[in-house]
């Protein structure tokens, strides 16, 4: 497994002349691998369709390191090429494209009018150069609508009626006073026991 401080070096060294790096006070194993993988991510950059096996022979061959190392360095070289992000589909994206490009050429040189238009197509097609660029929404800056409880209707576009209060409470004691009245009751001569007797012989018959 790369080691996360040769790639964070690289990010930031990957370019500079040995000098240079030596003034940052880098190892000499350090500045070996940088040169090392310097050399690998400008070939591999500039042939994208070369196969790992092949980037692995480069730099077992330019450096002499072992196949292992070799491979460390691949997994570098993979994510640098893939901006950093997503390494694995980055990568790809990356070579996919340089593919589109490579039939675009390929059509061109042939006057094959029909394949530039395939390989365009797809190149926009997959790049999406035919949508607009998504609108960030700011929510940091979205401020919530404040809401204050309120018993006055114009604010959802009612007409407030005059008096209301003292008509609801007008209504309340004419329509209530007129269904609430007091009633009497009287007392009912039931016996429990003998109506429940007389109901299970009823049921034995």
């Known amino acids: 497994m ?7 070096l690289c990010r930031v060294h ?4 040995v000098e240079k790096l030596k003034n940052n006070n880098l ?6 691998r940088i040169v090392r993988l310097r050399a690998a991510f400008n070939l591999w950059n500039k ?3 070369k196969k790992e096996a092949e980037i692995r022979d480069f730099i077992m061959k330019y450096s002499g390191v072992e196949r292992t190392s070799a491979y460390e360095d691949i997994q570098i070289l993979k ?17 996919f494209n340089h593919m589109i490009e ?6 061109e040189r042939k006057k094959d009018g029909r394949g530039m238009a395939a390989a365009a197509g797809h190149y926009a097609k997959y790049n999406k150069i035919d949508q607009e660029d998504a609108i960030k929404i700011p929510y940091d800056e979205i401020v919530p609508q404040p809401f204050e409880p309120t018993s006055d209707p114009t604010v959802i576009g009612i007409k407030p009626v005059p008096n209301i209060r003292e008509k609801i409470a007008s209504m309340k004691k004419r329509y209530i006073a007129d269904i609430a009245e007091d009633i009497t009751f009287e007392e009912v001569d039931f016996n429990e026991e003998e109506y429940f007797a007389n109901e299970q012989e009823e049921n034995i018959l």
């Not at 790369?2 to 964070?8: C, H, I, N, S, V």
């Not at 990957?14 to 002349?17: E, N, P, S, V």
């Open 102 to 107: 490579k039939a675009y050429e390929m059509a």
């Open 27 to 32: 190892s000499q194993q350090a500045i070996d």
């Open 2 to 8: 790369a080691k996360p401080q040769t790639l964070e």
């Open 79 to 95: 994510i640098l090429l893939g901006d950093f992000q997503e390494t694995t589909k980055e990568f790809h994206r990356f070579r």
């Open 47 to 49: 042939y994208p369709l």
């Open 14 to 17: 990957l370019f500079d002349d």
